[in-house]
């Protein structure tokens, strides 16, 4: 989804059907409080220091862990404390 992937295109991606896309996004909505895609993947991209929302489940590792990953595709992403190795 935060690639901007249709949900034909995540269902061909992962062989899964698309429905099931659907319904996995519609619980990623719900598990998130969010509108639309475009807020869900805004809101999963806000790192629990930046004072945005903490996914369900994430943990500071994980957190640390795709921040690294947007680093190194350039995207810029304050480093934080809440990572020991960042």
Known sequence: MARGLSN?????????????VKTHVGRVFAKLGARDRAQAVTMAFQPVWWGGPQPVGASPSLVCSAS???RASGTNVPRSSVCSSA
């Not at 295109?9 to 992962?14: F, M, N």
């Open 8 to 20: 034909s295109e995540i269902a061909a991606e992962l062989f899964i059907g698309e429905n099931t």
């Open 68 to 70: 690294a990953t947007m």
